[in-house]
């Protein structure tokens, strides 16, 4: 009786019935995390020992009371690789993947990079460990992220230049592309954001005033002083923003703007060029 196909089954059933949505993978990547663990290197499937059933138990009981997986098991996997997350960083979201994509889609090599509100650093440190030409800086206004961030980059073997910085208020260059996933939920939409997020991610990482563009105006009505001639933006947009931020880059002059989808094909990235 006491095998670990009964342990996973009774914990999956109790994450259904307290509404998760996904218990089965929830279980499956608390599960390996825990056998995989030194103190489990012994791990036999057919007998479940005592210490492996109590930290696989103590792993649900957390998730239970909505503690995010990656915070449980310690990183979230992006792009190619996993990074480092805990409460000070917003956890690397698949969407967000569609910004790496589109730099390295980039012709030119050789080229600066600055993304405003790094995070863990996921979309800085993506970027420069795929392409060592270009020259990368990452910045946040929380220096608990950057720590993050620094940890992961360091972890990655991935060159990245850190800032501590409140939007463009410590850059001292400019550079050829511009990316950011800058918090973009307006207040209204906070408190229907699933309990795992308001619990355990940075209110700092998602709220951005009354409409959610808060920190798009900042960024745009900036970016063309640090865009270098024909340089771009990409920024990840809410998936109802398409129309307030297209009118926001054009009221600060740029003429060149493209939306891009997500897997979802939602309209989740937006490209603006400075002119040449
Ligand atoms: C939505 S999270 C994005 C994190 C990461 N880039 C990602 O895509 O997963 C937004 C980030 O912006 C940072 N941030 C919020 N306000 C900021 C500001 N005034 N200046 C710089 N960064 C800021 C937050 O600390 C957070 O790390």
Redesign the pocket.
Known sequence: MNNYKNLFKTSVKKLKIAGFRNPISDCRKLFNHCVSSDSCKDFDPTKLDKHTNRIFDFAVRRRLSQEPVSHIIGYKE?WKTRFYVNQS?????PE?EL?VEKVLGLPSSKLSVL?????????AISIALERVDLEIFA????PE?LRVAKFNARELGARVNFIH???F?NIKNTFDVIV?????VCTSDLISLPLTVQRFE?R???AAGELGLD?FR?IASNLNDYLNPGGVGIF?IGFNQIGLIKGLFEAYGFKQIDFFFDLEMKERVVCVKKDA
Not at 115 to 123: F, H, K, P, Q
Not at 139 to 142: F, G, K, M
Not at 180 to 184: A, E, G, I, L, V
């Open positions: 992006f960083v917003l956890d690397p979201r967000t910004i993304d405003l509100g790094t995070g863990t650093g996921c979309i910045s946040d206004i929380s992220a910085s409140d939007w208020a950011s996933n800058p918090p973009y940075p700092l990482a998602l920190c900042e990840e």
